[in-house]
């Protein structure tokens, strides 16, 4: 309790704190405490940013010692949620699935994907770096036995709804939708849609607006 | 001229052009007109969103006869930048990479995903889809011959700078970075940058806020 505040964060803060995690995992025990500035300094970042964030996960340093490092490092895993590792399983394991699965930056944020579910799948495979691809039958076992909270849907616009709807039964709380279709969810469960064709069209437009082409 | 507004629209209403476009597609010649009412009811979206988008797009609707469709058609296509098909190339043939290059969502778009390079490739492969994967000594009179003006980079942190480099002297105009660093470019050459592991842990924190454990 002491070392974290419940105050929202931005997606920026948020973002930068596996920089700041990584520069100080680096420091021995003998490193009690640390400077804003020698901090900011270290990760490149500027004086102003560095208080800014660590004022909005941890409070403010004290004046003339700065920041404890243990402390520092707990509040800014404890926001990661990377303190106890979060477990997310894909549906759909295609090459946007099975890239996910393998993609090693997860990891930073605390996110784990454990496995991958695929109606194609009949017995049990391994991913390209080992990770479990699992047939359907086994999705609602899997989710209990590792209290899965977040799932990542890369499977097609037509049969997302049943998926998620399997895993809303299931205690699913979140969904990382790839699919272009709208998901039909309880209140208190978050969506987040990626549509990558709409970003890369999107910086298309705004590319072609620069060069003053008739849009 | 006629058919296109140069005023800027919303991502949102961007994303559904393609939602317009594949209904308008299906009518035969003999449908001259749509009233926004009838559109509405088509593509399941309410009648003042239709109007707005549209509004955005092409212009109003002449009363009491609604859109001419040919010309709506081309004014939603040309936005899109859909009638000239834009090239695409994909740096990085990772699985993240090749994921990209046979996406088959980026069309709807009138984008291209045209070819992948990749510094471990030494002779030209192809993709699960049969898309040209070249090697790297290859990107310059690629980009030349494709007039290509949009690149993703889906290479390591490390070397995205120098990729970029060789791309921007090429004539490429924007940039979609999933390579977690900051490139420096002239300012008139847009990058986005996608964090896949920031916009997961980002939906799981918010879940964690949601379900009022301590953050």
Redesign the interface.
Known sequence: ?LY???T?IS?AT??RIPLYLSYLRTLDDETATISATTLAGKVGLGEVQVRKDLGAISGAGRPKVGYAVRELIKALE????SSGN?N?VVVGA???G???L??G??K????NLSAAFDIAVEQAQES?CGKPILPMRDLEAYCTRHDI??A?LTVPADCAQTVCDRLLSNGV??F?CFA?CTLSVPP?V?V?Y??????????????????GD??
């Open positions: 309790m974290t505040k419940q929202e997606r948020f973002g404890a926001r990661l949620g979060t997310v295609g090459r946007l099975r890239a996910l393998d993609y930056g997860f930073a944020y605390g996110l390209a909270r977040i990542i709380k979140a990382w272009p208190e978050t987040k990626e549509n990558m064709a709409l970003s890369l069209a999107y910086l298309n437009i705004n590319t072609i607006a620069n060069e008739l849009l």
